[in-house]
């Protein structure tokens, strides 16, 4: 790299990192800080020389007469860098390492004064969090293979008593057709086929270790029984806990106009809502089991009425809590 471009890549660094609309630079200040940061000295009219080739390579520096200049358009708003900062560190699958380091990279266009606004942001471990140092190398594989229609193999690991991760079935090889990479709740999935069966399943990703790409052509997504018309939305809809296992049509009541927000929270807004009799009842497709789990979570405020097998399994399932809770 010839001395001209270097001196304009440092002048570039220098305006990327100390100014902004609040903070600008004038030349002396420039210079000043080429020394410092560089130990390069040079004279104020190589500086607006270096400046005048940024503006002629697009670069949007805004000159304000002699109270100096700053570097403006930056990759994203205040708004939306808050936004996806608040998005990394809200994850459940990145360690507080990993997230940290992750900002870090996305924050590099910004000026010091910039990142400052964002130091009262913190990442939040709730749960376990696997410390899994590959998991981006995972989601790049996935993805090739996924782009590729390539099946990979992976083991696949769970908690033991001691709070460490082990593989499950003593090490057995997963073999999977790969489809779509998904995030659900602060968790990142990978939604397949597990190649001896017909039906969907979801594995953790942070929980795949030692995954390679098969050179084997996936099985078609289309081609699974079902799935003709599949819809990643409406599957995302339907396995709000990314639960494996049938969907049903679900019917349900709902105690009073309060509660639809947690309904349409959790379901969407193409739920069948309607009153009957003064009573207010959803109407919705669901994945058995993510209804089963959330009725018990809202037990209190809605009542599954249909399908009634469903209702049968709540019931049974309240029964058998109430006899280990002392009831009868």
């Known amino acids: 790299m010839s001395e001209r471009k270097n001196s304009v890549l440092n002048v570039l660094e220098i305006l990327r990192k100390y100014s902004d609309e609040k903070h600008l630079l004038t030349y002396a200040q420039i210079i000043e ?17 270096d400046v005048d080739i940024l503006l002629d390579n697009n670069f949007d520096i805004v000159k304000c007469g002699n109270k100096g200049l700053y570097l403006g358009e930056r990759k994203f708003t205040e708004g939306e ?34 990142k400052r606004k964002f130091t009262h942001l913190e990442k939040i ?3 376990k969090i696997v410390d899994n140092k590959q998991i981006f190398y995972t989601i790049e594989l996935l993805n090739e293979a996924i782009e590729q229609g390539k099946k990979v193999e992976f083991q696949y690991n769970v908690f033991d008593i001691d709070k460490k991760l082990k593989p499950k ?16 709740h602060g968790k990142y999935y ?12 979801n594995y953790k990703i942070e929980c795949i270790s030692n995954i390679k790409i098969l050179d084997e052509n996936i099985k078609p ?3 699974l029984p079902g799935q003709e018309k599949f819809s990643i939305k409406k599957y995302m809809e339907e396995h709000i806990y990314m639960l494996a296992g049938k969907s049903v049509r679900a019917k349900i009541k709902i105690e009073n106009e309060d509660r639809i927000n947690d309904v349409v929270s959790w379901f969407g807004d193409k739920i069948h809502l309607y009153k009957l009799k003064n009573e207010i009842f959803a109407e919705f497709s669901v994945n058995e089991d993510s209804l089963i789990f959330w009725a018990m979570q809202y037990g209190q405020t809605v009542e599954v009425v249909e399908p009634k097998e469903t209702r049968d399994k709540i019931k049974n399932l309240l029964k058998d809590m109430l006899k280990r809770y002392g009831g009868k």
């Open 190 to 201: 990978l939604v397949c086929n597990y190649d001896k069966y017909d039906n969907l399943g």
């Open 33 to 49: 800080k080429l020394k410092s940061n560089y130990e390069i000295e040079v004279e104020r009219k190589t500086v607006a020389r």
């Open 221 to 223: 997504l289309k081609s």
């Open 169 to 184: 079935k003593d090490g057995k090889i997963y073999k999977v057709n790969p489809y779509f990479l998904v995030n659900n």
């Open 81 to 114: 860098l808050l936004f996806l900062v608040d998005a990394i560190y809200s994850s459940r699958s990145i360690p507080t390492k990993y997230a940290k380091d992750l900002v870090d990279k996305l924050m590099e266009d910004y000026s010091i004064y910039e």
């Open 125 to 127: 471990d709730v749960g």
